[in-house]
């Protein structure tokens, strides 16, 4: 089992930048394949960006190409979102994942994916 903690959450204007991070703990971190996914008020968990085992490959979506960027550093056990010019269409809460199951070189972009949860980081971008 494997405990995620994020931060780095907060209010930001348009056009700005911000970095979440996740912490892991529990089991071997480079055992998971790793993800972030928002939610925005009254509508669905979406996936924004992973990364594989390995960290030498990852996804994104369209929406947030050229401007999110996804790593993850095994020293410290953590995975990081750097989100660049931020648009009002990118608040919401910030969740990161793992998943247990994808083999090295996959990058699991489903929600169904993954098994393991944190519990949120909020943000917000005013136009």
């Known amino acids: 089992q494997v405990q995620l903690v994020e931060s780095g959450g907060a209010l930001v204007q348009a056009g700005g930048s911000l970095r979440l991070s996740c912490a892991a703990s529990?089991?071997?971190?480079?055992?998971?394949?790793m993800g972030w996914f928002r939610q925005a008020p009254g509508k669905e968990r979406n996936f924004v960006a992973a990364?594989?085992?390995?960290?030498?490959?990852?996804s994104s979506a369209e929406s947030v190409k050229g401007r999110f960027t996804i790593s993850r550093n095994a020293a410290k056990n953590t995975v990081y979102l750097q989100m660049n010019s931020l648009k009002s269409e990118d608040t919401g809460v910030y969740y990161c994942?793992?998943?247990?199951?994808?083999?090295?070189?996959?990058?699991?972009?489903?929600?169904?994916?993954?098994?393991?949860w944190g519990q949120g980081t909020q943000v917000t971008v005013s136009s």
């Open positions: 529990g089991r071997t971190f480079s055992s998971y394949a």
């Open positions: 994942a793992a998943d247990p199951s994808s083999a090295w070189g996959v990058v699991p972009t489903g929600w169904i994916n993954y098994k393991y």
């Open positions: 990364v594989d085992r390995s960290g030498g490959a990852t």
